[in-house]
């Protein structure tokens, strides 16, 4: 399997733009994690979905933030807007219950 | 919620030396504790992992203890190397879904 999948690897953008970011866990997982990793908050969970289902969003930080899994081998988190401060590297990780995560590379975002 | 407390955030030693991570949890509930290694300009992965029923788990240079009356596990690594240095992560969970992570540690292996 070529493990977690995650796209763009890097991603610049003006304030108040739409970015959306795109992961692809591995087959068969059934939970799916989203989260942003920064200097100063560290390793934060976004959301987490079970079965294509949004279990705990309980930490998407704001209304601009939102996130979809239409099928289990794809989701998206996109922000609109844009702002500076949502600039951070965002990770997908995937797992089975009771097993690991298995993080993807990352998605690197500059907001400018 | 989970709350995990890891402690130091940065450690340096010498190569050849021995490393501890230690890392506390507040959920009586938790029963599964990972650890992710996380290099520059990668993802975490896991290096080791142990469940609320065993107490001690050891993979070649690298061993983890837990201590569920003290709700404490640590990870320690024998014999350092330089590739060894990286950002620790502990974890804990309930073992299905969601897990806590701790805040991590910069590991510094000097040769």
């Known amino acids: 399997d070529a493990g977690v999948i995650q796209s763009p690897r890097h991603e610049v953008t003006e304030m108040g733009q739409e970015v959306t970011l795109r992961c692809k866990p591995i087959?068969?997982?059934?939970?799916l994690f989203w989260y942003r990793q920064t200097m100063m908050r560290g390793l934060e969970l976004l959301i987490y979905?079970?079965?294509?289902?949004?279990?705990?969003d309980s930490g998407m930080p704001e209304d601009r933030f939102s996130a979809k899994m239409p099928n289990a081998s794809f989701s998206t988190l996109k922000i609109q807007p844009s702002e500076p401060r949502d600039s951070a590297v965002y990770f997908c990780?995937?797992?089975?219950?009771?097993?690991?995560?298995?993080f993807g590379p990352g998605t690197r975002l500059t907001v400018t | 919620g989970e709350n995990v407390e890891q402690h130091p955030s940065t450690l340096s030693v010498q190569e050849g030396d021995s490393a501890v991570i230690k890392c506390t949890y507040s959920?009586?509930?938790?029963?599964?504790f990972p650890w992710y290694k996380q290099e520059l300009g990668k993802g975490p992965q896991l290096i080791i992992d142990?469940?609320?029923?065993?107490g001690e788990k050891k993979d070649q240079r690298i061993a983890v203890t837990l201590n569920k009356t003290a709700k404490h596990f640590s990870l320690h690594i024998t014999e350092t190397q330089p590739e060894d240095s990286a950002v620790y992560f502990c974890?804990?969970?309930?073992?299905?879904?969601?897990?806590?992570f701790g805040d991590g540690t910069t590991l510094t292996v000097k040769p």
């Open positions: 990780a995937s797992s089975l219950v009771r097993t690991e995560q298995y």
């Open positions: 959920d009586s509930a938790s029963n599964y």
């Open positions: 142990i469940r609320s029923n065993v």
């Open positions: 979905f079970n079965n294509n289902v949004p279990i705990d």
């Open positions: 087959s068969g997982h059934d939970y």
């Open positions: 974890a804990a969970s309930r073992g299905a879904g969601k897990s806590t």
